[in-house]
């Protein structure tokens, strides 16, 4: 194997490296780091050099990873990750520490679960920065890659190198506003299947859990609006006849507003749990141990909130 001179490169450069890899674009790139545009495509042009490849490729839409780039990112991440356990080994002090932290979590997840966890950061860590994606397909992934710190979200199953706890447990309840004509009488399954509905779907396509459940009983509903996230769900669903079915925390968050009304669906869609997950590279981090702990009591504040009806 041939030996390399480190003394010689400048390591800062596998920083970037990650950054650009992860990001795909010089800009969002150089957004994350805190550096100029024009310095980040020098340090790409740099890393191209010492890796003797384009790294990155032209691609549909923007930058691909070249084969070269795919080989050496979960490699780099390792690496990266390996030296922040290290450095940090000694001690972690939340009230000064600087930096992003990156979670995966649901947008239905979130909007009930961030504002708790920003408190307790402007609180404890307030120069630590958060980043919330969407985790999409490749959650885990993402996690086995160091490309986010945890991820909350429904885990059925996690491979080898994943840990996970339960925070908490979720019913489903549906929604509609204040004055629906369906108030009116007590919402029957027949009656329920009469309404118009809105699913919050990612992707956009394939059943939901309400839409399972029916398909057990030989029964269908018609969906007339699939949206992306809830905020579009709540504002749609305040303006018109048509009604939600979605975890418990949000509907009360969302009747709260006093626009409206949640009742229990008239048939049993059974709770789910919402975990949160991480490397085990991450395990013994005395950062990413003060991370978990304020996810933990960041979903303890929310639900005392939601039991108090606040």
Do not use: C
Not at 61 to 71: D, F, Q, T
């Amino acid at each position: 194997m041939r030996e390399v001179d480190l003394r010689g490169i400048d390591l800062n450069l596998l920083v970037v490296l990650e950054t650009l890899l992860d990001e795909k674009n010089v800009t969002r790139a150089a957004h994350r780091l805190g550096m100029s545009q024009p310095a980040a495509s020098r340090a790409l042009a740099r890393l191209r050099a010492l890796f003797s490849d384009a790294l990155l490729v032209d691609g549909p839409g923007g930058y691909v990873l070249s084969s070269r780039a795919e080989e050496v990112r979960p490699l780099l991440s390792r690496i990266l990750a390996g030296v922040g356990e290290m450095l940090e080994a000694n001690a972690f002090d939340p009230a000064t520490a600087a930096g992003r932290i990156r979670l995966l979590m649901p947008d239905l997840q979130a909007a009930a679960l961030a504002p708790r966890l920003l408190t307790r950061l402007a609180r404890e860590a307030p120069s630590l920065d958060l980043d919330i994606v969407a985790p999409g397909a490749n959650g885990i992934e993402a996690l086995e890659q160091g490309a986010a710190d945890a991820m909350v979200a429904l885990i059925d199953e996690a491979p080898a190198g994943i840990h996970r706890r339960r925070l908490y447990d979720e019913e489903l309840v549906t929604l509609m506003r204040a004055r629906h004509p369906a108030l009116a009488e007590r919402l029957t399954l027949d009656r329920f299947l009469a309404l118009e509905h809105i699913v919050v779907s990612v992707t956009g396509v394939g059943p939901a859990p309400v839409d399972e459940a029916l398909a057990g009983m030989g029964r269908t509903r018609r969906v007339k609006l699939r949206v992306p996230n809830f905020f579009a769900a709540v504002e749609i669903a305040a303006r018109s006849d048509l009604i939600m079915t979605l975890p418990s925390s949000l509907a009360r968050a969302a009747a709260n507003m006093r626009r409206f009304v949640s009742l229990p669906p008239p048939l049993d869609l059974g709770t789910f749990t919402m975990s949160l997950a991480w490397h085990a590279r991450q395990q013994h981090a005395p950062r990413h141990i003060w991370l978990r702990r304020a996810i933990v009591a960041a979903v303890t504040d929310m639900s005392s909130m939601i039991d108090v009806g606040t």
